[in-house]
């Protein structure tokens, strides 16, 4: 940072430390209280990672109106909190943002109290609870939008008003409005039920590290690694987007955010290399929307289905390892054979990055992710291991340039972390109140025991329903609460048809991830077709088209629960496995047109949906069909070996292939300029470039904030002081901010 030696008016924000001083409109902006709360939550979750939670309902409801402040100034009404007068606007929006903290001092105010209120709430607890409950559905609408509300206030008024709705299963006894604000907003029944215990205590932690590790410039070390690994070979660089948005699946749980970071990348690339934007952006989307579902960091749903059937999280994400690997996989073999079929070149290895000279210069930063699997599987609590890796991830970054954290890098890794909290806790906080309305109304045993009749328990008709069920709620939803609305009203049902719970639970959480790629409303592939420049619904359909698999996968694994590696012996298992992944294969050479050569239309519809057939029509379990099956695959070889392709077939159908363009882009373009341009990044000009006073100064801010907090810890200061624990963590995390902002 340089100094000034002459003091001017425009240069009193800086003073002979090194520190810059701000006017009040700095000090008190809009952008700063934000960025504080956010610290805030970091600092505050992880110190109670560290040195233990308060009471549950404590901690739950102190997290629900951080994040519902935090919501209300990061997406005020009007665009704008302050527009330099008071008006209506800025009251409403003032008023949103206090009602959760008047709340939560209501509730704090006397704990003991509050306990004893369960299942007797006064006047004054319903009328708070009813504006909490519209709070939070506001809240909801500005963040995810407004078809997740709407189904909240459907369940809402079903439940108070079910003599009202005579149709079918939605008709019921009313519930009075008293029980509805007792169950949903004062009892662990609703809101601050279970989903919000495992985002509070669980999810924010991890997104607090992967926040970290991207600071650490992860994302570009993993994307160099999956073009070293994949660019070279054919259809390279739509591989490349697979395997990089597998990586970036293990520090995000979210479609849209894998498709913004790793896409931004990949999908110009792919369209440099020949492929049509719109097959560009639906590689994209079919392979970031996987990254929910790949361990060992699962999307936030994950960690939620764990608490909910009472298992561990890794050992929930050994069994959905599997499926993962199979749905990557498909989508693998459908870029390949697509490939092959337009004749897309591959990319020289003279221009891609070199895979052991990319893990000599960043390879360490992957360090932590190694010892999170590690500590995970040898039984150490979630909250330790992220507290253990985080303080690794800060470590080792200092091995290299590259990857070394700053003072000022630190600070925003951890405003950044709680920002992506909002959305999480608004969907489980709106999911508590849909589920809780199913739940006191009596309709989920109601839809359940309506779906058995419907599908006469037969269990795959009961999938089907399940599945459309899904799919419509994830039209408008995001995969958290249309697990838990499925899992409430559908998964009893599965479990009582002979479903391995782990499978009825999986069900529900791949089919709402999948929607993410479901048209109409496929939000991943939305976000594809914008950076892509291309059709959304050509995009949504293409996408659709790559992930196939994912809507099969979980048909498969609920047939055969075998193929999560949990039940059966292992001869069955390897059975399912080995014909599964050949049925696979088959579903992608279909669509592609393509498999030891080019497909014709007879061809690709009995190789590509025969195998789908056989899979479910036999039990692949018994050695007799598998042997079938298995014969069945070698028919498809020999034909393809030994019999030519006929293209009066095709003309006869009038049936055409995908291929991508004629001339690619690249063949008059200098391949090495092109590269360069989007992957081998220039790690030397991602290097510090500040004084070592600056790093002096900041990383001594951090330590007195370190050494505050220990203090705090020793002294049990929260735990007997809580009340005044919160506006002193603050404070300290408004002073911090403004300090470190003043770093380069």
């Not at 809009?30 to 901690?59: K, N, W």
Request: proline share 5%; net charge positive; charged share 10%.
């Amino acid at each position: 940072m340089g100094l000034d030696s002459k003091i001017t008016p425009e240069n009193t924000n800086k003073s002979i430390t090194g520190i810059r001083f701000f006017s009040l409109k700095n000090l008190f902006s809009v952008d700063r209280l934000i960025g504080t709360l956010a610290l805030f939550m970091s600092i505050f979750h992880l110190y109670c990672a560290y040195f233990g939670q308060p009471e549950e309902i404590v901690f739950r409801t102190t997290f629900m109106s951080v994040v519902m402040v935090l919501c209300f100034l990061t997406y005020p009404l009007g665009g704008k909190i302050w527009k330099g007068k008071i008006n209506f606007l800025f009251i409403v929006n003032l008023l949103f943002i206090l009602f959760p903290l008047i709340a939560q001092y209501y509730i704090l105010n006397d704990i003991e109290a509050w306990y004893l209120k369960f299942g007797y709430p006064t006047t004054t607890d319903v009328i708070m609870g009813s504006i909490y409950i519209a709070v939070l559905l506001e809240a909801t609408r500005r963040t995810i939008g407004l078809p997740i509300v709407i189904v909240a206030i459907f369940f809402l008024f079903n439940a108070r008003f079910a003599d009202l709705m005579n149709f079918g299963i939605f008709y019921g006894p009313p519930m009075p409005w008293k029980i509805l604000v007792n169950f949903i907003w004062i009892e662990e029944h609703g809101i601050f039920g279970l989903p919000i215990m495992v985002t509070a205590s669980v999810v924010t932690l991890f997104l607090i590290f992967a926040s970290i590790l991207q600071k650490s410039n992860i994302v570009d070390i993993m994307m160099d690694l999956a073009y070293a690994l994949t660019g070279y070979s054919v259809g390279g660089t739509a591989k490349a987007a697979v395997v990089g948005s597998g990586f970036m699946g293990t520090i995000s749980g979210s479609s849209v955010a894998n498709v913004v970071t790793t896409g931004s990348i990949t999908i110009p690339l792919m369209k440099k290399m020949g492929y049509k934007p719109y097959f560009a952006g639906g590689v994209e989307a079919a392979a970031s929307t996987g990254g929910q579902i790949m361990p060992p960091i699962m999307g936030a749903t994950a960690f939620i289905i764990a608490e909910f059937i009472g298992i561990s999280y890794i050992r929930l994400a050994i069994y959905a390892l599997i499926p993962a690997i199979l749905y990557y996989m498909s989508i693998f073999f459908f870029i390949h054979f697509t490939s092959i079929n337009g004749k897309v070149k591959p990319i020289s290895k003279a221009y891609l990055p070199d895979f052991m000279d990319t893990l000599k210069k960043g390879g360490h930063i992957l360090l932590p992710l190694i010892v999170l699997i590690i500590f995970l599987i040898r039984g150490y609590s979630i909250q330790t291991t992220i507290v253990i890796v985080i303080v690794l991830t800060f470590i080792v970054s200092f091995l290299k340039p590259i990857t070394r954290l700053t003072p000022k890098s630190f600070l925003k890794a951890l405003e950044d972390g709680p920002k992506n909290f909002i959305s999480v806790a608004m969907a489980c906080g709106t999911a508590g109140i849909i589920v809780g309305s199913i739940s006191v109304s009596g309709l989920g045993w109601r839809i359940s025991s309506s779906l058995l009749s419907l599908s006469g328990e037969s269990m795959g008709l009961t999938l089907i329903l399940a599945m459309l069920i899904c799919i419509i709620l994830g039209m408008g939803m995001t995969t958290t609460p249309v697990y838990l609305i499925v899992a409430a009203i559908v998964a009893p049902s599965l479990v009582k048809l002979g479903v391995p719970i782990v499978s009825a639970h999986l069900f529900a959480f791949y089919f709402g991830v999948i929607s993410s790629i479901t048209p109409p409303v496929a939000v991943a592939s939305f976000a594809a077709a914008g950076i892509a420049g291309s059709n959304i619904n050509k995009t949504s359909l293409e996408a659709f088209k790559i992930g196939i698999s994912g809507f099969i996968i979980p048909f498969i694994f609920c047939f055969y629960p075998s193929l999560l590696l949990t039940y059966g012996p292992l001869l069955n298992t390897l059975f399912v496995l080995v014909i599964t992944t050949i049925a696979m294969i088959c579903l992608t050479a279909g669509l592609s047109g393509w498999f030891l050569r080019q497909l014709n239309f007879l061809e690709s519809v009995i190789i590509g949906f025969l195998p789908i057939f056989l899979l479910f029509y036999l039990d692949i379990r018994k050695p007799v069909n598998a042997v079938v099956f298995l014969a069945f695959f070698g028919v498809i070889i020999a034909v393809q070996k030994f019999l030519p392709y006929l293209s009066k077939v095709d003309k006869l159908f009038k049936f055409k292939i995908y291929k991508p363009k004629e001339k690619p882009s690249i063949i008059t373009d200098d391949p090495g300029i092109v590269i360069k341009q989007k992957i081998g990044h220039d790690y030397q000009a991602q290097r510090y470039s500040g004084s070592r006073k600056d790093l002096f100064i900041g990383w001594g801010i951090w330590a007195i904030i370190l050494v505050i907090l220990m203090v705090f810890g020793d002294m049990h200061f929260m735990t007997k002081h809580y009340l005044y624990f919160l506006p002193i963590l603050f404070v300290i995390s408004y002073f911090g901010k403004v300090l470190l902002d003043s770093c380069k």
